[in-house]
C-alpha cells in the first residue's frame, strides 16, 4: 500500500494535490459550487462540499504519515492505523466493524508517508452516525495487546504478498533510493523486526503526538447541510482542547549524487524504474510538470513512452510515467516491464524520448491538444465522488484551499511551450536520473 493509494485520473501510481469543487444541478442550471470551511477553537477545520446525491462521504485527514515516525519506528504509521478499528473505550472490534456495515455504510483507511486518512460512506440520514463512530476511533482508540498480536500476523502476510510482487516493490525501493538516509524514502508498511517491537504503548506514543485536533482536517461531501455538520463536529469532535505542538519535525531530504542499480530477483521478466527529483504541492511549476508527465507517460494511450514502446515496437505490455508531490519536495519515476532480452533497448528508448522533451519544444497544435487531453481526464475523474472527497481533505490539509475546476482549468491553460521546455531540461536531466532494475 503506497503513500499514493488513491489516484487521480486513473493512474494508480499519480499523487498529485488537486481537488474540485462539484458542478451539480440546482433548478435545472449546473453551477460551480463553493466550498464551506470552518475552524473550531481547538484548532480543527472542516471543509464542506454540498452535494444532491443520498450518499455522504466525510473522514478525517491526519497530518501523519511514515516520514513522521523515527527509524526504530518503521511502519508505526500504517500499524496504528491498522489498529484504530480494533477497540475503543466503549467499543470492541466487533462493534466497530457492524457499526456502518449494520445500514449498509462503509469505513475505510489508508497510510501514506505524510498524512493517515480514516472515513466513511454512507447514506445522508446515517451521517451522524458516521461522524460519531470516527471520532471514537480517533479520540479514543485503546489499542489492546490481544488486537495487536493479531493484527501483526496480518500486516506480516501484507508484507509478504508485497514482497512476491516486484512490479510493486520495486516502486518502495526505488523512492528509498532516491531519498536514501530520509525517513520519506521508507516503507510504509514497514519491516518485520520493528513491527515485532510494537506495543500498545507503542500505538499511544504515536498518536499522542500527532493525532491532535489542529494537526488534521474533517472533510465531508453530501447533502447534509453545513449547519449539521457544524452542530454534530461540535458534539464529536471538540472534547480534545489541545492545540498540536509537533513533537518531531520534519527533515527535507538532501542531494545526493544519482545512483544505477541492478538488483537479481530471478524473475521471467525484467521490471525497469527510472527518475529523479521533482516539485513540492506548492511549487509554481508544479502543473506544468504534470502536464508534462501526462505528455511522457500519463494513462493516455497516446501517451510517448506508451506509442513508442508498445504501439510502434510491440517491446512492452506496461509502461507509464508518474508523480508524486510532498509537502518538501517530489519525484517523478519512469515505470516499465520487459522481457530481459529487451532491457537496454527499452531503456535507450526511454532516454530518447526525455531527450526529445528537453530538445524540442512542443508547437502551438501540440501544446492544444495535450491541454485539452489533460483537461478531459481532469473533467471525467472530477464525476469520482470518493476521490473528489478524499484529494479536497487532502488538499485543505496542506494548502488551506481547494481550487475549482475552472481554476485549475485556467492554470492548465496558461502553460507555455517554453515553461515545458525549461521543465524538461530541469527535471528530465539525464546527469539527475537514477535507475533501479530488477532482472
Not at 549524487?257 to 525497469?272: D, N
Not at 513512452?305 to 507509464?320: A, D, F, H, M, Q
Request: net charge neutral; aromatic share 12%.
Amino acid at each position: 500500500m503506497r503513500g499514493n493509494f488513491y489516484p487521480f485520473v486513473c493512474n494508480p501510481k499519480i499523487s498529485f494535490y488537486l481537488c474540485v469543487r462539484i458542478k451539480f444541478d440546482m433548478a435545472n442550471s449546473a453551477s460551480v459550487q463553493q466550498y464551506l470551511s470552518h475552524e473550531f477553537p481547538n484548532g480543527l477545520r472542516i471543509v464542506y462540499l454540498p452535494s444532491v446525491s443520498s450518499v455522504s462521504y466525510c473522514g478525517f485527514a491526519i497530518n501523519a504519515g511514515a516520514r513522521d515516525e523515527n527509524p526504530q519506528q518503521s511502519g508505526l504509521a500504517h500499524f496504528v492505523e491498522h489498529l484504530l478499528f480494533k477497540g475503543t473505550l466503549k467499543r470492541k472490534a466487533w462493534h466497530i466493524l457492524n457499526r456502518m456495515e449494520n445500514v449498509g455504510g462503509e469505513l475505510n483507511a489508508y497510510t501514506t508517508k505524510e498524512e493517515t486518512f480514516l472515513y466513511s460512506v454512507c447514506l445522508s440520514e446515517d451521517t451522524g452516525r458516521a461522524m460519531e463512530l470516527l471520532a471514537d476511533l480517533v479520540f479514543h482508540s485503546q489499542f489492546p495487546e490481544t488486537e495487536i498480536e493479531k493484527e501483526r500476523e496480518v500486516i506480516f502476510d501484507e508484507i509478504n504478498s508485497y514482497e512476491d510482487n516486484p512490479s510493486e516493490l520495486i516502486f518502495d525501493e526505488f523512492e528509498n533510493l532516491l531519498f536514501k538516509g530520509n525517513e520519506i524514502g521508507h516503507n510504509i508498511l514497514g519491516e518485520k523486526e520493528t513491527l515485532n517491537s510494537f506495543t500498545t504503548g507503542s500505538c499511544r506514543e504515536f498518536v499522542d503526538s500527532f493525532y491532535h485536533p489542529g494537526n488534521m482536517i474533517f472533510f465531508f461531501y453530501g447533502k447534509t447541510s453545513f449547519k449539521q455538520i457544524i452542530r454534530l463536529a461540535d458534539k464529536y469532535f471538540t472534547e480534545k482542547k489541545s492545540l498540536f505542538s509537533p513533537s518531531k519535525k520534519r527533515t527535507s531530504p538532501e542531494i545526493i549524487p544519482p545512483v544505477k542499480e541492478k538488483i537479481e530477483k530471478k524473475l521471467h521478466q525484467t521490471h525497469v524504474i527510472i527518475g529523479g527529483k521533482g516539485y513540492s504541492y506548492h511549487h509554481k511549476q508544479r502543473m506544468g510538470l504534470y502536464l508534462l508527465n501526462n505528455i511522457l507517460g500519463g494513462p493516455g494511450m497516446n501517451s510517448r513512452l506508451n506509442i513508442s514502446l508498445r504501439e510502434k515496437r510491440g517491446l512492452v505490455y506496461t509502461v507509464e510515467s508518474n508523480l508524486i508531490s510532498y509537502g518538501d519536495t517530489g519525484f517523478f519515476n519512469i515505470y516499465l516491464g520487459c522481457d530481459p532480452k529487451l532491457e537496454n533497448k527499452c531503456i535507450r528508448i526511454v532516454y530518447s524520448e526525455l531527450k526529445k522533451l528537453r530538445e524540442a519544444g512542443l508547437t502551438a497544435s501540440q501544446l492544444n491538444a495535450a491541454v485539452k487531453q489533460l483537461k478531459g481526464q481532469l473533467g471525467i475523474a472530477s464525476e469520482n465522488k470518493e476521490n473528489i472527497a478524499l484529494k479536497t481533505g487532502k488538499s485543505f490539509l496542506h494548502l488551506n484551499q481547494c481550487d475549482n475546476l475552472a481554476e485549475t482549468y485556467k492554470k492548465i491553460d496558461a502553460i507555455t511551450s517554453l515553461q515545458l521546455l525549461e521543465i524538461a531540461n530541469e527535471i528530465y536531466d539525464e546527469q539527475k536520473l537514477f535507475q533501479l532494475i530488477y532482472h
